[in-house]
């Protein structure tokens, strides 16, 4: 009983060492003056000023496009890579395997200087292309990773299967291959989204004139003091993802009900 | 049908080859290079890069950068283990809520929850004000190496709870009470189930939190002020500021190195072979 007790103590301060800091930010995105330290009193007018904010709502537009151009892209190619690597042997396999791994064990400010480079010596101008196309090269490696394993699961003789009952190639693509490693096809999209908006290092090196995302913005202001709009911006962010993650939760605890009561029965 | 299947990865090949293994060529060319070259014609090699990085400034960078990320990763583990442990032991309905709370502050952006805790941290800060209205004397926490490593303790500690929640609740629960009925006290139970079972877990997390760890540079930057130059630090110094390419390029391949070497040795002691993507 003092056990339970002790380890409900227990996550509770992990969780508030984890929440402080948000918690923090949604209170002061409330507070009417601008010192970070000291709260002033409640007010909405940084919600207000933030439709008024051209560089934060610039930087925004920026994330967000960027962050659905890299996950749609990122995915297609990934998929259609992982299905090509999936069918390979040998040498081959292992040599596309490990380049493909580098992005994600490199630290990424060796791949975000090793892309500055490979766009200074090509002469590319620094921008929106640079960006997006670091953001689908460091994207690309975990759809690919999420995708693998659930082709690797998958039964080959399905699809031989499907083609001997005349399916066409492409059709016992889409019929039997797709419908099978859909989950890490959405796994793999939603990674590549959250990295890409989340992605700091590799747009600070690959960032052209005038083109920047929130974690810029946020890194140029955070010596001078952060202005409280971005407090609001990610508040309004933070919820937004909450209310998504809630409501396809419960979705998918309605549709698998009765999947989680036979599990449970095993747990006992 | 599968021979044919196999081109589908050849764009991605030339990808691969344009995009990840040409730039990684290109630092590597530049970290043997003087600065004098300019093209092919010009180009003169050098190991002076290399050898500017064995002075002891540099070292000593290099030595903090592995001494800060380690501290943290122990920290990391010491804290992580448990909470994974509890979280793995609770009862299945709750579990997926825990194992939510600790991935949702990923969802706000890195570097506004880090400049969060120079809000918390800083001298007249929310802490700071805390102990003053209790009236204690305030302390000097941001700006210091503590602010770095806690601030790397906050950023990484799920990444170090999910692979090691993930290898406790694979577990085979049907062990630990053989165990338990052929006479093992819970300590050994611990000792000799639960703790080399969840090895693979605890290795994931090690690699996932040190690797990030070792390479920053806004975490000290942000909370650390002057006082902890990291490696990474160095490298953003070099290119951004000083516009040596050619010794950047050189400290990139030592940490690219590092990276590689403790991969390498933990995968020795890694009985799973997925290693890190098991988290996802």
């Given at each position: 009983m003092v056990k339970k007790y002790l380890s409900k103590i227990y996550m509770g301060i992990i969780f508030i060492f984890l929440y402080a800091p948000i918690i923090v930010l949604a209170v002061f995105s409330f507070?009417?003056?601008?010192?970070?330290?000291n709260w002033t009193g409640f007010s909405l007018k940084w919600y207000i000023e933030l439709f008024h904010d051209h560089d934060i709502r610039l930087a925004f537009y920026y994330t967000i496009s960027i962050a659905i151009i890299t996950a749609i892209v990122s995915t297609i190619m990934g998929t259609i890579a992982a299905i090509g690597i999936n069918a390979m042997k040998g040498r081959q396999k292992a040599l596309i395997l490990n380049v493909n791994y580098l992005p994600v064990v490199n630290p990424d400010i060796v791949t975000g200087i090793s892309l500055m480079i490979l766009y200074i010596s090509f002469n590319m101008d620094f921008g929106f292309n640079t960006m997006l196309i670091s953001h689908i090269v460091f994207s690309i490696p975990y759809v690919i990773l999420s995708i693998l394993p659930k082709l690797k699961q998958l039964d080959v003789h399905m699809t031989e299967a499907a083609m001997d009952l005349g399916a066409t190639p492409m059709y016992a693509l889409r019929k039997v291959i797709l419908p099978e490693i859909k989950p890490g096809i959405i796994t793999g999209f939603l990674m590549a989204f959250t990295l890409s908006i989340d992605d700091f290092i590799i747009s600070y090196f690959t960032k052209g004139e005038g083109v920047t995302n929130l974690s810029i913005v946020i890194y140029s202001m955070a010596r001078r003091g952060v202005r409280p709009t971005i407090n609001a911006l990610s508040t309004i962010m933070l919820t937004v993802v909450l209310l998504l993650m809630i409501l396809i939760n419960k979705r998918n605890n309605g549709q698998d009900k009765s999947k989680k009561i036979n599990q449970s029965e095993v747990y006992k | 049908m599968k021979d044919r299947t196999k081109y589908f990865a050849y764009p991605y090949m030339v990808w691969i080859i344009i995009f990840i293994a040409l730039p990684t060529f290109l630092v590597l060319l530049y970290s043997i290079t003087?600065?004098?070259?300019?093209?092919?014609?010009?180009i003169q090699f050098t190991s002076e890069n290399f050898r500017k990085f064995f002075q002891p400034i540099y070292l000593d960078i290099l030595w903090d950068s592995i001494y800060l990320a380690a501290v943290s990763t122990a920290i990391c583990l010491l804290l992580g283990y448990p909470a994974a442990y509890i979280i793995s032991n609770t009862h299945i309905s709750r579990r997926n809520t825990l194992l939510f709370l600790c991935i949702?502050?990923?969802?706000?952006n890195m570097l506004l929850r880090t400049y969060a805790w120079m809000t918390i941290l800083g001298n007249n800060g929310i802490l700071n004000n805390f102990f003053a209205f209790l009236g204690l004397p305030r302390f000097n926490?941001?700006?210091?190496r503590g602010a770095t490593v806690m601030g790397m303790v906050y950023n990484f500690i799920p990444f170090m709870i999910l692979p090691i929640y993930t290898a406790l609740s694979k577990m085979d629960k049907g062990l630990l009470e053989a165990a338990d009925d052929l006479g093992a006290d819970k300590k050994t139970v611990f000792r000799k189930v639960i703790l080399p079972l969840s090895m693979p877990g605890v290795i994931s997390g090690v690699i996932m939190v040190f690797m990030p760890a070792v390479s920053t540079f806004i975490i000290p930057q942000l909370l650390g002020g002057n006082k902890s130059m990291m490696i990474g630090n160095l490298v953003e110094k070099l290119f951004i500021l000083n516009g040596d390419w050619n010794f950047g390029s050189a400290i990139s391949i030592v940490m690219m190195l590092i990276i590689l070497l403790s991969m390498s040795i933990m995968n020795k002691f890694d009985v799973d072979k997925e290693g890190g993507a098991r988290l996802w």
């Open positions: 507070n009417e003056s601008k010192s970070r330290g | 003087t600065k004098e070259s300019n093209g092919l014609t010009t949702l502050p990923m969802w706000m926490m941001l700006y210091t």
